[in-house]
Nanobody, 124 residues
Framework: QLQASGGGLVQAGGSLRLSCQAS????????MGWFRQAPGKEREFIAA????????YYADSVKGRFTISRDNAKNTAYLQMNSLKPEDTAVYYC???????????????????WGQGTLVTVSS
């Protein structure tokens, strides 16, 4: 089970940090990802991190602004979001999967477990 938190209202240019805590241990072949869904749009990949080794992957739209990280001891992944823009407004979901190969790491169907979502609103 995944619990996402940290969303809120922020002005453009501001920052937020989202957290995603897993209720159980994340195994070494696990991947945790963040997706978002804006009103009227499809859910899209934002970032992912491999639990073992910490390799990270980003969507082009957030590269250089967002940073994904994890705390193995706390079974928690984070998404640090800086230089937020109004177009970043969305419900953000964390997800987890196992043995995800590189070619599918950005795909929704690669993840088996999903959090409930946390709303991020960026005002202009």
């Amino acid at each position: 089970q995944l619990q996402a938190s940290g969303g809120g209202l922020v002005q453009a240019g501001g920052s937020l940090r989202l957290s995603c805590q897993a209720s159980g241990r994340i195994f070494s072949n696990g991947v945790m990802g963040w997706f978002r869904q804006a009103p009227g749009k499809e859910r899209e990949f934002i970032a992912a991190i491999r639990w073992s080794g910490g390799s990270t992957y980003y969507a082009d739209s957030v590269k250089g602004r967002f940073t994904i990280s994890r705390d193995n001891a706390k079974n928690t992944a984070y998404l640090q979001m800086n230089s937020l823009k109004p177009e970043d407004t969305a419900v953000y979901y964390c997800a987890a999967g196992y043995s995800i190969i590189l070619s599918t790491i950005r795909l929704i169907r690669a993840y088996d477990f999903w959090g409930q979502g946390t709303l991020v609103t960026v005002s202009s």
